[in-house]
Nanobody, 114 residues
Framework: QVQLVESGGGLVQPGGSLRLACAAS???????LRWYRQAPGKQREWVAV???????NYADSVKGRFTISRDNAKNTVYLQMNSLKPEDTAVYYC?????????WGQGTQVIVSS
């Protein structure tokens, strides 16, 4: 079992930045880690992924603005979000593949509004 706890969400103005963090309860150095988001009234959508060797990929809607990274020593994955737009408003969830199982965090709210 792995617990994932997100943090770093909040209210930010358009054009601003936030850094989300997701801390795991055990080592995740061999895990693929992802961020998803779910806006009000919409389905959950994939945002970014980072593999165990550090390869990354992004949804087109965030490419060039968001950066996923990981710190295996801290069992933590990050999502740096820059140039935020109102349409980035959502609950952001981290997700981890660990030993053929898939785990989710509880989510952190991001609101982009003036």
């Amino acid at each position: 079992q792995v617990q994932l706890v997100e943090s770093g969400g909040g209210l930010v103005q358009p054009g601003g930045s936030l850094r989300l963090a997701c801390a795991a309860s055990r080592n995740i150095f061999s895990s693929t880690l992802r961020w998803y988001r779910q806006a009000p009234g919409k389905q959950r959508e994939w945002v970014a992924v980072i593999t165990s060797v550090g390869s990354t990929n992004y949804a087109d809607s965030v490419k060039g603005r968001f950066t996923i990274s990981r710190d295996n020593a801290k069992n933590t994955v990050y999502l740096q979000m820059n140039s935020l737009k109102p349409e980035d408003t959502a609950v952001y969830y981290c997700n981890a593949d660990v030993n053929s199982y898939n785990f989710w965090g509880q989510g952190t709210q991001v609101i982009v509004s003036s």
